[in-house]
């Protein structure tokens, strides 16, 4: 009869109803879930380490397992691991929670927001930590890391997620272009031949090529600079805010990838086309995160390698990923629990498994001679190539003003992919508004 | 239709603009099919028909459809399900090969059900988007009938000043309402994601355009019959502002349901997460998976779907009503 007669007010009986008993299935979903954790871990007389991370996917599984095990090892602590879904968010969180006085005890950060925080006395200094173990750490830590999260000769943070570029190719398209699989391109003009070759070998009938040789991201920064490295370029002078990027080696840099796709030797993807056209076997090779190795291996049905990125003059590669900071909430006992983590997690075995698990860099020395990693590379010789690159690693600059950079640069990079006009036209413009934005950093 | 048209002009005119909404139609239509069919697919499939836009998954298209290729990715997957089950059925000691359990059709739904706690971000959702659009409708109806109804001293100068807060950008705001939130107490709870919202602005201007048109005689005569502020408010004014409240709440239930970077910022418990962050777990830095994205996406616009299913007579008559003059 209501329905009938007053649609409207069904429908508003309808939805309070619908609301009442969603109310009533949250009550009864925390109740479940307040049993479960009864059976579990309980946080009892332990101290709390709240944990704001980025990880999602399969890595933020490898995260959570993690987590889960040192709650499990240990009875004084409990780390409860948030996760933010991005960096950028997460970034965002970050400086909104120190104004409101509700900083977590651990977080993910890059170098700039590093900075910012040693300069607002939010962190605490690692090297104060360090001082009272017994343990030389320090010494253990993979030597480009340590400089990574050294400022002003002080350790701040601690390496967590680093990644390196790598080189993905098909050993079945390989061997069917008369390739040796085994044998990957080492230098930007070897891999310029193998993409000529392979994209000539499955032209069709009609000049359309089945696969293209080679692959890489629209506007890709991260490569480009360490294109720009590896043809002895200079990415920016922090102190006397100059920049490099109208020079020789970064015009090299850009246009070796801008020949490549005029030839129809590579193709650029938005996102991750390029990823996915590597798994689909349209593209030969491509140049990716080592971190992209955990997304792609499930779906990829074909024999793949993972190799070096191919370099110029030098084999140089720029680091990727963040750092983590232990947070100065007037706790010691939290910053102790926060200590606690950190050590364990970067740990020999357990900083081993992490890497072997998402592939990220393992901070420690001691954990690339493992055992755990050792019989994990006896079973995928894939997992051995980045670290070969950790020799010549660098990275990125940690001005607090390098996102912006960053930015301003993928714009030209973009507008460069698109026209494919000469290097210098794109560059130098960038390297213009670059130092305008140096000349106004702060630091 | 233009006036003065032949009945064979007419037919033809009938018969163009029949065909370019249908034209519109699919072009709406086609991302959420591609969605859809997507989140019953797997990643070969999803990487194979990439280029060529196939809708259909392998398993329900019709064999004469199928191109040399996908007959092949057919057979291989044939292929690799006999193994898969001729070593499942093998004793554990006795399996050789690690072989990956070939796809089914609801593997998608099945891994966003299972790995994610949908159902709880579902809950969570359904309840805060409810709240919020019972809550904003009353209070913005609230808010428009004094503004269109009532004179007080500086009422005009306060509704600019109202409207000028809606020139701010929602990211320009996200820090400074996380930390009066914070001083509040309220970050990680429920309150941090309701309150802010049940007063919109927005919604007090829609309503009180609408309000304005209605003649100022039926207050008066109300007023003479005896009638109370709250009683006009009640009995008159919300049955006669049906359409534009149907089409607030749209609004205000779709920006709520859709709502992703401030239930991010301000919650920090699973328990706390709404359907929208859900999603963002299947994409990440370093790759996105597609199958199971598609299939929570689908799950999420479901509720959207038969929202706008119930509502969308009122939807369209609201459309047509709003820009009518006194």
Same mark, same amino acid.
């Given at each position: 009869?209501?329905?009938?007669?007053?649609?409207?007010?069904?429908?508003?009986?309808?939805?309070?109803?619908?609301?009442?008993?969603?109310?009533?299935?949250?009550?009864?979903?925390?109740?479940?879930?307040?049993?479960?954790?009864?059976?579990?871990?309980?946080?009892?007389?332990?101290?709390?380490?709240?944990?704001?991370?980025?990880?999602?996917?399969?890595?933020?599984?490898?995260?959570?397992?993690?987590?889960? %095990?040192?709650?499990?090892?240990?009875?004084?602590?409990?780390?409860?691991?948030?996760?933010?879904?991005?960096?950028?968010?997460?970034?965002?969180?970050?400086?909104?929670?120190?104004?409101? =006085?509700?900083?977590?005890?651990?977080?993910?950060?890059?170098?700039?927001?590093?900075?910012?925080?040693?300069?607002?006395?939010?962190?605490?200094?690692?090297?104060?930590?360090?001082?009272?173990?017994?343990?030389?750490?320090?010494?253990?830590?993979?030597?480009?890391?340590?400089?990574?999260?050294?400022?002003?000769?002080?350790?701040?943070?601690?390496?967590?997620?680093?990644?390196?570029?790598?080189?993905?190719?098909? =050993?079945?398209?390989? %061997?069917?272009?008369?390739?040796?699989?085994?044998?990957?391109?080492?230098?930007?003009?070897?891999?310029?031949?193998?993409?000529?070759?392979?994209?000539?070998?499955?032209?069709?009938?009609?000049?359309?090529?089945?696969?293209?040789?080679?692959?890489?991201?629209?506007?890709?920064?991260?490569?480009?600079?360490?294109?720009?490295?590896?043809?002895?370029?200079?990415?920016?002078?922090?102190?006397?805010?100059?920049?490099?990027?109208?020079?020789?080696?970064?015009?090299?840099?850009?246009?070796?990838?801008?020949?490549?796709?005029?030839?129809?030797?590579?193709?650029?993807?938005?996102?991750?086309?390029?990823?996915?056209?590597?798994?689909?076997?349209?593209?030969?090779?491509?140049?990716?995160?080592?971190?992209?190795?955990?997304?792609?291996?499930?779906?990829?049905?074909?024999?793949?390698?993972?190799?070096?990125?191919?370099?110029?003059?030098?084999?140089?590669?720029?680091?990727?990923?963040?750092?983590?900071?232990?947070?100065?909430?007037?706790?010691?006992?939290?910053?102790?629990?926060?200590?606690?983590?950190?050590?364990?997690?970067?740990?020999?075995?357990?900083?081993?498994?992490?890497?072997?698990?998402?592939?990220?860099?393992?901070?420690?020395?001691?954990?690339?001679?493992?055992?755990?990693?050792?019989?994990?590379?006896?079973?995928?010789?894939?997992?051995?190539?980045?670290?070969?690159?950790?020799?010549?690693?660098?990275?990125?600059?940690?001005?607090?003003?390098?996102?912006?950079?960053?930015?301003?640069?993928?714009?030209?990079?973009?507008?460069?992919?698109?026209? %494919?006009?000469?290097?210098?036209?794109?560059?130098?413009?960038?390297?213009?508004?670059?130092?305008?934005?140096?000349?106004?950093?702060?630091? | 239709?233009?006036?003065?048209?032949?009945?064979?002009?007419?037919?033809?005119?009938?018969?163009?603009?029949?065909?370019?909404?249908?034209?519109?139609?699919?072009?709406?239509?086609?991302?959420?099919?591609?969605?859809?069919?997507?989140?019953?697919?797997?990643?070969?499939?999803?990487?194979?028909?990439?280029?060529?836009?196939?809708?259909?998954?392998?398993?329900?298209?019709?064999?004469?459809?199928?191109?040399?290729?996908?007959?092949?990715?057919?057979?291989?997957?044939?292929?690799?399900?006999?193994?898969?089950?001729?070593?499942?059925?093998?004793?554990?000691?006795?399996?050789?090969?690690?072989?990956?359990?070939?796809?089914?059709?609801?593997?998608?739904?099945?891994?966003?059900?299972?790995?994610?706690?949908?159902?709880?971000?579902?809950?969570?959702?359904?309840?805060?988007?409810?709240?919020?659009?019972?809550?904003?409708?009353?209070?913005?109806?609230?808010?428009?009938?004094?503004?269109?109804?009532?004179?007080?001293?500086?009422?005009?100068?306060?509704?600019?000043?109202?409207?000028?807060?809606?020139?701010?950008?929602?990211?320009?705001?996200?820090?400074?309402?996380?930390?009066?939130?914070?001083?509040?107490?309220?970050?990680?709870?429920?309150?941090?994601?309701?309150?802010?919202?049940?007063?919109?602005?927005?919604?007090?201007?829609?309503?009180?355009?609408?309000?304005?048109?209605?003649?100022?005689?039926?207050?008066?005569?109300?007023?003479?019959?005896?009638?109370?502020?709250?009683?006009?408010?009640?009995?008159?004014?919300?049955?006669?502002?049906?359409?534009?409240?149907?089409?607030?709440?749209?609004?205000?239930?779709?920006?709520?349901?859709?709502?992703?970077?401030?239930?991010?910022?301000?919650?920090?418990?699973?328990?706390?997460?709404?359907?929208?962050?859900?999603?963002?777990?299947?994409?990440?830095?370093?790759?996105?998976?597609?199958?199971?994205?598609?299939?929570?996406?689908?799950?999420?616009?479901?509720?959207?779907?038969?929202?706008?299913?119930?509502?969308?007579?009122?939807?369209?008559?609201?459309?047509?009503?709003?820009?009518?003059?006194?």
């Amino acid at each position: 009869m209501l329905i009938r007669e007053q649609p409207e007010s069904a429908f508003l009986v309808g939805v309070i109803l619908l609301w009442l008993v969603t109310i009533v299935e949250i009550m009864h979903d925390d109740a479940d879930k307040r049993a479960a954790a009864m059976s579990g871990i309980e946080l009892g007389t332990r101290t709390e380490v709240v944990f704001w991370h980025a990880m999602g996917g399969p890595l933020g599984v490898v995260m959570d397992d993690l987590i889960v %095990r040192f709650n499990k090892e240990q009875s004084k602590y409990f780390v409860r691991g948030v996760g933010m879904g991005s960096y950028d968010i997460l970034d965002k969180k970050i400086l909104a929670s120190i104004v409101a =006085k509700s900083a977590p005890d651990i977080s993910q950060n890059y170098e700039t927001l590093t900075k910012k925080l040693i300069k607002a006395k939010k962190i605490v200094c690692i090297d104060d930590l360090l001082a009272s173990e017994t343990e030389d750490i320090k010494a253990d830590i993979i030597p480009v890391l340590l400089r990574n999260n050294t400022y002003n000769g002080r350790l701040w943070s601690f390496p967590f997620n680093k990644s390196v570029p790598v080189l993905y190719y098909n =050993k079945d398209l390989f %061997r069917k272009a008369g390739l040796d699989p085994e044998m990957p391109p080492r230098n930007l003009d070897q891999l310029a031949s193998y993409a000529r070759h392979i994209t000539g070998f499955f032209r069709k009938g009609n000049g359309e090529a089945a696969v293209i040789g080679f692959g890489t991201g629209k506007g890709n920064i991260w490569t480009f600079l360490c294109r720009l490295l590896q043809f002895n370029g200079k990415m920016v002078d922090e102190i006397e805010k100059k920049s490099f990027f109208d020079e020789e080696p970064a015009r090299k840099a850009l246009g070796v990838i801008l020949d490549m796709v005029e030839e129809g030797i590579a193709v650029e993807g938005q996102g991750f086309d390029h990823q996915n056209d590597f798994k689909s076997q349209r593209v030969a090779m491509i140049e990716n995160s080592i971190v992209s190795k955990v997304f792609m291996e499930a779906g990829i049905k074909f024999d793949f390698g993972v190799a070096p990125l191919p370099g110029a003059a030098t084999n140089a590669i720029v680091l990727s990923g963040t750092n983590i900071n232990i947070f100065n909430n007037g706790n010691p006992e939290k910053v102790k629990g926060a200590w606690e983590f950190v050590k364990w997690f970067t740990s020999t075995d357990i900083g081993a498994e992490w890497s072997v698990r998402t592939t990220y860099i393992p901070v420690r020395r001691s954990s690339l001679k493992s055992r755990f990693f050792l019989d994990a590379m006896k079973k995928d010789p894939n997992i051995a190539p980045p670290y070969v690159q950790l020799d010549y690693a660098y990275f990125e600059p940690r001005l607090s003003c390098w996102f912006e950079i960053r930015d301003l640069m993928a714009d030209f990079l973009e507008e460069a992919s698109i026209e %494919r006009g000469p290097p210098g036209k794109y560059l130098t413009k960038m390297n213009q508004e670059i130092e305008g934005i140096l000349r106004h950093a702060t630091d | 239709m233009p006036a003065g048209l032949l009945p064979d002009m007419k037919n033809s005119y009938h018969l163009v603009v029949h065909f370019l909404l249908i034209v519109g139609a699919v072009f709406m239509l086609f991302p959420f099919l591609w969605m859809i069919t997507t989140s019953f697919k797997g990643e070969d499939e999803i990487l194979k028909t990439g280029k060529e836009i196939v809708l259909l998954p392998d398993a329900w298209r019709p064999g004469f459809l199928n191109s040399a290729e996908d007959d092949e990715r057919i057979r291989q997957t044939e292929i690799q399900r006999k193994a898969w089950e001729e070593q499942a059925a093998l004793p554990p000691a006795s399996r050789t090969k690690r072989l990956s359990k070939p796809f089914s059709t609801f593997d998608n739904f099945r891994e966003v059900w299972d790995k994610q706690d949908f159902y709880r971000y579902f809950l969570n959702t359904l309840y805060v988007s409810i709240t919020i659009t019972i809550t904003s409708l009353f209070l913005a109806s609230l808010a428009a009938y004094a503004f269109s109804f009532f004179k007080f001293p500086f009422k005009d100068a306060i509704f600019m000043l109202l409207l000028g807060t809606m020139m701010l950008p929602q990211q320009a705001l996200l820090i400074p309402d996380y930390i009066l939130l914070s001083k509040l107490n309220w970050v990680n709870t429920y309150a941090a994601l309701i309150v802010p919202w049940v007063a919109s602005i927005f919604s007090v201007f829609f309503l009180r355009q609408f309000f304005l048109q209605l003649p100022k005689d039926l207050f008066e005569a109300a007023t003479i019959d005896g009638c109370s502020r709250f009683q006009f408010y009640y009995k008159i004014l919300l049955p006669l502002s049906k359409p534009p409240m149907v089409t607030l709440g749209i609004f205000t239930f779709l920006g709520s349901w859709n709502s992703f970077v401030w239930p991010l910022i301000v919650t920090n418990d699973k328990e706390l997460r709404v359907i929208q962050v859900g999603l963002s777990y299947f994409n990440s830095e370093s790759g996105t998976q597609w199958g199971p994205l598609m299939a929570a996406s689908t799950l999420t616009i479901l509720p959207l779907v038969i929202l706008y299913f119930f509502a969308q007579k009122q939807f369209v008559e609201s459309q047509a009503t709003t820009g009518m003059k006194e």
